[in-house]
């Protein structure tokens, strides 16, 4: 059965740091398009960052230059290196995959930054 399961939220200070991890079980890890989600609420969810199996990435503009997504096939594992965090960065993140035509979800973590 697949799962994505994300880890790493809290409450933060603004101007800190937080890193969130994502574990998946599904196969093909490798070569799945990974990515992190985050609704605020009362908002949509927005995509925040991507990176290919090929381990290219892709930003939101608000993000850009702060956040870092990264993986590692070895640990089945996509992380998100969130930097310089905002109160407007508060949100529940939700880690994605689509992998060979499918779509998964996780259960989300919420990160709340305090001005």
């Known amino acids: 059965q697949v799962q994505l399961v994300e880890s790493g939220g809290g409450l933060v200070q603004a101007g800190g740091s937080l890193r969130l991890s994502c574990a998946a079980s599904?196969?093909?890890?490798?070569?799945?398009?990974m990515r992190w989600y985050r609704q605020a609420p009362g908002k949509q969810r927005d995509l925040v960052a991507t990176i290919a199996g090929s381990g290219s990435t892709n930003y939101a503009d608000d993000v850009k230059g702060r956040f870092t997504i990264s993986r590692d096939n070895a640990k089945n594992t996509v992380y998100l290196q969130m930097n310089s965090l905002k109160p407007e960065d508060t949100a529940v993140y939700y880690c994605?995959?689509?992998?060979?035509?499918?779509?998964?979800w996780g259960k989300g973590t919420l990160v709340t930054v305090s001005s």
């Open positions: 599904i196969t093909r890890f490798s070569i799945a398009d």
């Open positions: 994605n995959a689509g992998v060979l035509g499918m779509d998964f």
